[in-house]
C-alpha cells in the first residue's frame, strides 16, 4: 500500500477526521439510543439510564477509527455492538459488587435491584449481538469476535472473584486479569469493525495496539481510584480496596512497604480506604503505575508501524493513544 513519504500535520489529519468521525459517533449514538428504547417500559428505563450515565465511548471510536473513512453502516453496526457489552459489563459489575454509584449517579442496581440490573445487563448483551447478527456480509466473522471477547470478559471477571481480598497476589496475576477483562474488548474494537478481514500482519499489529491501550487504560484507571478525587471519578476513593480488588498501586506499594501485606481488606470502610489510599501514594507506587501505562502506549503506537492502514488511520489511532495518558494527566 503506498503511504506518503511525509506525515501529515495533526491539525491536517484532525480536520481530514472531521468530516466524517463525529457524524458516525453520533450514528452510533442514535443506534444506542434506538437499541434500548424499545422493551417494555421498565427495562428500557433502565437500559436508557444507563446509556444516558455517558462514558469516553472510546471502544466504538476504535471500531470506527480502524474501520476509517469508507466504512459503512456495518462498523457503525459494529461500534453500536461493542459498546452495548462494555454497558452491559458495567451493569452486571455493579450487580457483583453491590455499587450505589456508577459515574457519579445511581446504578440500576441501587435503584431497582439485583433482579432489574441483572435483566438490564441481559438486555443489553443480547441487542449487541443481535445487531451484529443482522450485518450482512461478514455479520458471522464479528459475532465471532465479540463473542470471544465476551467469554475473556467472564473469565477476567471470575479471576478477579477469585483474587478479591487476596493481597497476596503479583504483578503477573493482576495484569492476566486486565487482560482478558479489559484489553480483551480493546482488542476486538480494532478488528470487528474492518471489511474485508485484514492480513494477519495487520491483525496481529492492531490486536496488539488494542491490547496495550486497554492495559494502559486500566492501570491509569487503578491509579485514579487510589488518587481520586471523587468529583472526578464518579465514586468514593478507595472503592476497588472496599471491593477487595486489589490492583497494581497496592502490589507495587505492598513491594516497597511491605507492612502494607498486613492490609485486612474485608475489615477496611470508608475512612480506611482512604488512609490506605494515602500509604499506597506516599510509597511512589502510583509514579510507578503511570509510567508502566505511558510505556504501553509507546508500544501500542510502535505496534502500528506493522499495520497496512493509511495514514491518516495510522495518525488518528496514535492521537487516541496519547490521549489516553493525557485524560489521566
Do not use: N
Request: hydrophobic letters at 45%.
Amino acid at each position: 500500500m503506498e503511504r506518503s513519504a511525509v506525515p501529515p500535520p495533526v491539525t491536517t489529519v484532525l480536520d481530514a477526521a472531521e468530516a466524517w468521525l463525529p457524524q458516525r459517533m453520533g450514528a452510533v449514538e442514535q443506534r444506542l439510543s434506538d437499541l434500548v428504547d424499545d422493551h417494555g417500559d421498565e427495562l428500557a428505563e433502565h437500559a436508557g439510564a444507563t446509556l444516558a450515565a455517558g462514558g469516553k465511548r472510546l471502544r466504538p471510536m476504535l471500531v470506527l477509527l480502524c474501520a476509517g473513512a469508507e466504512a459503512g453502516d456495518a462498523a457503525v453496526g459494529a461500534a453500536t455492538a461493542v459498546e452495548l457489552v462494555h454497558m452491559a459489563t458495567l451493569v452486571h459489575d455493579d450487580v457483583l459488587d453491590a455499587a450505589p454509584l456508577r459515574r457519579g449517579r445511581p446504578t440500576v442496581f441501587a435503584r431497582a435491584g439485583r433482579g432489574a440490573a441483572t435483566a438490564t445487563g441481559d438486555l443489553l448483551l443480547s441487542r449487541a449481538f443481535a445487531e451484529l447478527a443482522a450485518g450482512g456480509s461478514g455479520a458471522a466473522r464479528r459475532v465471532a469476535l465479540l463473542a470471544a471477547a465476551s467469554v475473556g470478559l467472564a473469565q477476567g471477571e471470575l479471576a478477579q472473584r477469585r483474587d478479591a481480598f487476596v493481597v497476596e497476589i503479583d504483578r503477573e496475576r493482576y495484569l492476566e486479569r486486565c487482560r482478558l477483562k479489559t484489553a480483551r474488548l480493546f482488542e476486538c474494537a480494532c478488528l470487528i469493525g474492518l471489511d474485508p478481514e485484514p492480513g494477519e500482519q495487520t491483525r496481529a499489529a492492531l490486536a496488539a495496539y488494542g491490547r496495550e491501550i486497554g492495559l494502559a487504560f486500566q492501570l491509569l484507571d487503578d491509579v485514579l481510584d487510589v488518587a481520586g478525587p471523587p468529583a472526578r471519578t464518579g465514586k468514593a476513593r478507595g472503592t476497588d480496596l472496599l471491593d477487595g480488588t486489589v490492583t497494581l498501586p497496592l502490589i507495587v506499594a505492598r513491594e516497597r512497604d511491605p507492612a502494607l501485606a498486613a492490609i485486612d481488606l474485608r475489615a477496611l470502610d470508608a475512612s480506611g480506604a482512604e488512609a490506605a489510599c494515602d500509604r499506597i501514594a506516599a510509597t511512589g507506587a502510583l509514579e510507578e503505575v503511570r509510567a508502566g501505562a505511558r510505556r504501553r502506549v509507546e508500544s501500542a503506537k510502535e505496534a502500528l508501524g506493522q499495520a497496512e492502514l493509511d495514514r491518516q488511520r495510522l495518525e488518528l489511532l496514535g492521537l487516541v493513544a496519547d490521549g489516553v495518558v493525557e485524560r489521566y494527566s
